[in-house]
DNA sequence: TTTGAAATCAGTAGCAT
DNA sequence: ATGCTACTGATTTCAAA
């Protein structure tokens, strides 16, 4: 897109990794000074190439026992927008994707235990109007939480 | 689950959401010294609540432009691992699931485009052993993407 | 893009609650 | 057991080249 080189796409690679590491150890690992680094990350975060960052918490942690995808039909396509509006306000809700295939939308929903789950299914999401139907693809072990790769070439 | 209070609460909803900030902010708005937070991160590191940090990079930036989940169905359950083995040497997948509903497992792929999404798909995944079909959700539009909620009491 | 100085911040230890 | 103060060294920021 906006001319990312490849020492953007090292510094990205380390750092997408680990937020707290001293910029001055990505400095040394690519070859370059710190105050490069210290240009580039503020570049890629003018630029929209970096959008953030945080600590990853554990769910289980958390209580967060059960971790599902939601897939729900709609009367009409249409109603999209105004759906996930309603969805915006379902704190366990934590993605939400508008999907080609059989379903309209694809939601990614975090909940303690499957008495919570139910309640956040068939009290909350359900209710919504415009809500035909719902799937719940519960998902029994994560195997595989990776970062985006970070292309060699562009 | 093990003993977080209201405090650790509070820390990590800050930073889950900004792993830079300086733990003086932290400890500002928290109403404690420096020092506690320090204690109480490192603390929540060793818990294994804490799983790292990272810097969120937008996969339009890299030119991945299309963002889609693939349902996997396999020939029998048991084949599972050794399907995700596979499915590890592929960079463009990021979460993979074992589920309950419709299919055996679901992924998380990010593509350049379709032409690259139709690589993956016939080239790559398909080509795996105890794969006999997959179903392609092609996310349009992502409209919600949070952290994990931190809960308020537990 | 680099360097170096000034300002800010992190991490630790010992004390107090 | 947890938080606080104070100290030391590391890191970030910002100048100029």
Redesign the interface.
């Known amino acids: 897109?906006?001319k990312?080189d490849n020492l953007d796409r090292q510094i990205?690679e380390i750092?997408?990794?680990?937020?707290?590491i001293p910029f001055k150890d990505v400095a040394a690992e690519c070859g370059v000074s710190r105050a490069a680094i210290h240009q580039r990350v503020q570049r890629l975060i003018d630029?929209?190439?970096?959008?953030?960052?945080?600590?990853?918490?554990?769910?289980?942690?958390?209580?967060?026992r059960t971790?599902t995808?939601v897939g729900i039909k709609l009367e009409k396509g249409s109603m999209y927008k105004a759906v996930?509006a309603e969805?915006?306000n379902i704190?366990?809700?934590?993605?939400?994707?508008?999907?080609?295939?059989?379903?309209t939308m694809?939601?990614k929903v975090?909940a303690c235990d499957n008495e919570h789950l139910m309640d956040l299914l068939n009290n909350r999401m359900q209710e919504i109007p415009g809500v035909v139907a719902t799937?719940?693809?519960?998902?029994?072990?994560?195997?595989?939480?990776?970062?985006?790769?970070?292309?060699a070439d562009?």
């Open positions: 897109m906006e990312i990205l750092i997408s990794q680990n937020a707290r630029l929209g190439v970096i959008v953030g960052s945080g600590y990853h918490v554990n769910p289980k942690s958390l209580g967060y971790c995808y996930v969805l915006q704190p366990e809700i934590v993605e939400c994707h508008f999907t080609t295939g059989p379903y694809l939601t975090y799937e719940t693809l519960i998902s029994l072990e994560q195997s595989i939480k990776k970062e985006i790769p970070i292309r562009k």
